[in-house]
């Protein structure tokens, strides 16, 4: 279920705002043809960031692919429709050895990009090891890490967390998709990650920050659009 946590009303990007401060919206989506997770933040600067509406798309009664695709489209165009968002961040499916689940998973993540392209928002995509990494230090943290970095960047009380770790999931890929535009560093590419957590500490889980060693490491993909 759906969880909504503050309103839209007030408006972005006034004049008086510093360029440090421009206030994004920011959608996440972690596709998926059994549960989509999504995730909507809104950010102010680099540490300013607010929880708006987070939840999970249950797709695993309907046994229409096509028809599962219409629902994703109709769900992000939804939230698309609610809050505005400036960017949409989408995880880039995971490259095993299914085929035929890769498929079903690139259509998914396809038709929520249409979605955004639609309204002309700007959409960007991250490798999961990515989506990890920006939000706990770690290209290699379980689900329950990347939840619970969440749940502490974003204040979330325990009481609101969702069952669904897909939702979480979602908001991570906003964050990630956040930290990317905030940060100088990553933007350029100078310095890499140990910089970038040198400089921001507190992005850093103990459970789950020790360095991987250099076999284990991702290796940067060919495909432009994604940001390994």
Known sequence: MAKKVHD??????????????????????????TIMGYGVIRARGKNDVEL????????????DHALKLKKIYDRVKGLIESHAPDELAVEAPFFGQN????LKLGRAQGVAL???LAYDIPVAEYAPRRVK??????????KEQVAGMVQRTLN?????????LDATDGLAVALCHHFQLATPKMQRGAGGWKAFL?????????????PLPKEKRATPSSRPPTVE
Do not use: C, F, W, Y
Request: hydrophobic fraction near 40%; charged fraction near 20%; charge should be negative.
């Open 133 to 142: 990494q920006a939000v706990t230090g770690s290209g290699s943290a379980s």
């Open 52 to 63: 708006l509406e987070m939840g999970a798309l249950h797709l695993a009664k309907i046994k």
């Open 8 to 33: 839209m009303s007030h408006p972005r990007n006034s004049a008086s705002a510093s360029s440090s401060e421009v206030e994004r919206i920011i959608l996440g989506i972690d596709p998926g043809t």
């Open 156 to 164: 979330i009380p325990a009481g609101d967390m969702p069952k669904e």
């Open 99 to 102: 085929v035929q689940s890769m």
């Open 198 to 210: 040198a400089d921001n500490p507190d992005r850093i889980s103990t459970s789950a920050s020790r």
């Open 114 to 116: 249409a979605a955004a």
